[in-house]
């Protein structure tokens, strides 16, 4: 198979993303403060959209001691790019990814009998003990040892002779629920499992729990090291606990420009269904952006854009390559900047804005942003 070619080489498409990477410092250098632990920067899935390279660097320069990823193929580009941090693999890969992963030092997360065993073989045959984080499930109920099989699995680590548990971890399932009991009723739980590993003698150099929101709201789930991801990226956990709250900026503007604009009388349709005509007579502005770059269909009458630094309503029904915009009698002159998300002027749009109108999360709007979209980095 071929690669395919890159839009972002052309530099001819006027739609792009800006990632700012003095902001993913700051959001770094905010969280240490904030938590006082190590940080693991969490840049799977492309870095949440800004490009895993680029912000598994910044992230370094900002502090950050650690790097986490969800797939071996993420921290290959992460290796391959010449990062030599500490990489941690979230989740166990396929036993048959085993030997790449080692090959490139990324260290495993494990949790299932037969994946512990072969990576305990492979630590033998090679006279190097491999260095795993162990993750217990404390009721995140997605992946790891669940807490009834967890003395079984920390005696098979015991007697490994290939094995060396350098960190002990669990996921937080409501840490962005600062009113629910949850997160207490976890780290209990959780403490209970490290009290069972030490009875065995394995006390490991990190202990982890924390995504963002665990980071921010609670002291008591920060221990040794901490791994945000969201809030490196400035962005909020849930729409209740917002990113600006805690010091973090956002660090992406999705921008494009004016690419047509037209005159329409009172009443005019606009786009696939006619799900929005003009109120009055006036200018609409088309936009080169739509759902294939990463815009949800379900913004369709329901999100703003910032031109000549004002707001102005994104209308009719969002198609796969362009939007359309309500400029009222502002005359829209092609090539103008449209800022989608982030600033123009004073004014911003946020993320957060976008996750409330199509009733999803942060987390979904970044990593939906398509490979269409070239990046560009600054800072
Ligand atoms: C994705 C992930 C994180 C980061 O979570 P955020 O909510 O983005 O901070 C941390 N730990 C694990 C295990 C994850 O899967």
Redesign the pocket.
Known sequence: MTRMATPARTGLRPTRLEIDLGAIRHNVRQLAATTGVEICA?V?ADG?GHGSVEVARAAVEGGASWL?V?LVEEGLVLRDAGIDVPILV??EPPVAAIPQMLAAELTPTAYREPFLAVLDAAGHGRGRAVAIHLKVDSGMGRVGVPIDEWPARVKQVAVSRGLEVQGIFT?LARADEPGVQTTEQQLASFDRALSVASKLGIDPELVHTA???G?LLFPAARRDMV?????LYGLS?ALDVPAADHGLVPALRLVSEVAFAKRVAAGTPVSYGHRWRAPEDGWVATVPIGYADGVPRALTNRAQVLLKGRRRPMVGTVTMDQVMVWCDDAEPVVGEEVVLLGEQGEECVLVEEWAAAADTIT?EIATQLTARLPRYHRG
């Open positions: 969490v799977k949440y986490a969800a979230l989740s996921h995504n963002s929101a980071s791994r945000p991801g969201i809030g956990p987390y």
